[in-house]
């Protein structure tokens, strides 16, 4: 019983760390590419949680910006390839983008829990990240061929990914 109580706090001290928003830099000396993203910039609602963390990929100075999502539910919604993911502005307007490449699926278990993640990338250009960094988010919603699930609340994401850009995208930002 006491090995048990020991492990639970050392869980609850240090295991849920491991699971908390960070910003992390890396650089490949061989292929002279560098990557910033961030890790666990999530939103939730009833059925799981959407994670959009905004990645800087830069080769030779050729400077890419990425979305990369993961859905994590108790079952498939099976994202559209085309303008699945919809982000609902407070002025109405509405951003469709599309996810670029193949979109991954797993079974994720463990801990007495099964669930699904659906993951990918939404390639980012100067434009939409300015909407998407400017204009304050009301809802997203995410299309898929089994059902469509809504996200709200995007106060702190959207304050996270303003962050990440004045740290790490000034240079692709800048008005030519």
């Not at 960070?22 to 009833?46: A, H, I, P």
């Not at 991954?104 to 099964?114: A, F």
């Not at 998407?132 to 009301?138: F, H, N, P, S, T």
Request: glycine content about 8%; some cysteine.
């Amino acid at each position: 019983m006491k090995k048990h109580l020991i492990l639970t706090i050392l869980f609850t001290l240090f295991g849920c760390a491991g699971l908390s928003y960070k910003v992390v830099e890396s650089y490949d000396e061989y292929e002279k590419t560098g990557l910033t993203y961030e890790y666990f910039n999530r939103v939730q609602n009833m059925f799981g949680s959407m994670y959009l963390n905004l990645n800087k990929f830069d080769k030779s100075n050729d400077v890419s910006v990425f979305l990369t999502f993961t859905l994590k539910e108790s079952g498939w919604i099976f994202i559209e390839e085309k303008e699945s993911f919809q982000f609902l502005f407070t002025d109405g307007e509405v951003l469709k983008l599309s996810p670029v490449g193949r979109i991954d699926g797993e079974v994720d278990s463990g801990g007495g829990y099964v669930g699904v993640e659906e993951s990918g990338q939404i390639a980012i250009n100067k434009s939409t990240l300015k909407l998407l960094l400017d204009k304050d988010i009301k809802s997203l919603r995410v299309i898929g061929r089994q059902s469509n699930r809504e996200y709200n609340n995007f106060a702190t994401m959207q304050l996270r990914w303003r962050e990440f850009s004045q740290n790490h995208l000034n240079e692709f930002l800048k008005e030519e």
